[in-house]
């Protein structure tokens, strides 16, 4: 059931139009990945890092908010 949650997050990543609906699709993917892969966080907060470049300001306060729930 993990696994399909967690591959259903990444076909969202892929196909988000909506920015916000990324950062929660990669959110999502760290929560239930984090304790089998530890590189994720690093990978997804370095591709949000590259998403904030493209979107607005409101977008970014939320990329900046997102690891603090990651680590949580």
Do not use: G, H, W
Request: contains cysteine; hydrophobic residues 45%.
């Amino acid at each position: 059931m993990r696994n399909e949650a967690s591959e259903a997050y990444q076909q969202a990543t892929k196909a988000a139009i909506d920015p916000v609906m990324e950062i929660y699709a990669r959110l999502n993917t760290i929560r239930l990945r984090k304790s089998e892969d530890p590189n994720i966080i690093d990978q997804n907060i370095a591709d949000l890092k590259a998403l904030a470049k493209k979107t607005a300001t409101a977008t970014t306060a939320i990329l900046f908010f997102m690891p603090s729930l990651c680590l949580k």
